[in-house]
């Protein structure tokens, strides 16, 4: 019965790959969002969805596509990956867009580009 | 250029004593403020806000600090308990960003309780 589920939980892969993460929430919200934690530790946003359109599309290389199927649904595809591309990656949700509507988080993805 | 930062990386603290965790930003214009609490191999999970017209906000054993004109605020544990130990994040919303969902955050400090 896990809100916010991420798969996988690992991923190892070498440069110039292509991989997919995907988001399942089973929250009822209809607001989800991607966010990259980097090797400094800060949380940064990447991508926000509202009810499968895009709200924040923030300064990410195009490499990087969301994919929101459905409202419990939001996944990422990443082309050609890089060395930079190494970081953990969390899927959160939360009902509304507005930031004073708490956000849930996934466990995170962990991603190793060789 | 780092608009939330937390610039101490971990803190330690004895059971039943006080923890305090410090967050600044640079942008004045944020209005919201939240504390994030992440266990290892977990999400952050949601802890305490704190909104820009008020300067306190307390919940149980949590409250929380904002001291506008320094840009500063603060988190404070009282008593601290072991399954406190943690990494807390420190975030901020504001300059319009409010109704989009977008959370600024700080690259988190580690408490750890000793009992």
């Known amino acids: 019965d896990t809100a916010v589920s991420q798969t996988p939980k690992y991923l190892v892969t070498q440069m110039g790959n292509d991989k997919s993460i995907k988001c399942e929430q089973n929250?009822?919200?209809?607001?989800m969002y991607w966010y990259k934690q980097d090797s400094k530790k800060f949380l940064k946003i990447m991508f926000s969805y509202n009810n499968k359109e895009l709200i924040i599309n923030e300064t990410v290389p195009n490499r990087f596509s969301p994919k929101s199927p459905d409202k419990a649904h939001l996944n990422l595809h990443i082309n050609s990956l890089e060395l930079g591309d190494s970081a953990v990656y969390f899927c959160a949700s939360s009902q509304g867009v507005n930031t004073y509507n708490e956000q849930f988080f996934g466990p995170g993805t962990r991603l190793t580009v060789l | 250029d780092q608009q939330v930062k937390q610039n101490s990386p971990s803190l330690s603290v004895q059971e039943g004593r006080i923890s305090i965790l410090n967050c600044d930003y640079t942008n004045s214009m944020f209005d919201y403020f939240l504390w994030y609490k992440k266990y290892p191999a977990e999400g952050p999970t949601f802890l305490i806000s704190?909104?820009?017209?008020?300067d306190k906000n307390e919940d149980g054993r949590f409250t929380v600090f904002l001291n506008k004109s320094a840009k500063h605020l603060s988190l404070h544990i009282v008593p601290s308990q072991p399954g406190d130990s943690a990494v807390y994040f420190c975030?901020?919303?504001?300059?319009?960003?409010?109704?989009?969902?977008?959370?600024?955050f700080g690259q988190g400090t580690t408490l750890q309780v000793k009992p």
């Open positions: 704190i909104s820009s017209i008020k």
């Open positions: 929250l009822g919200h209809d607001t």
């Open positions: 975030a901020a919303s504001g300059e319009g960003s409010s109704n989009t969902g977008k959370l600024i």
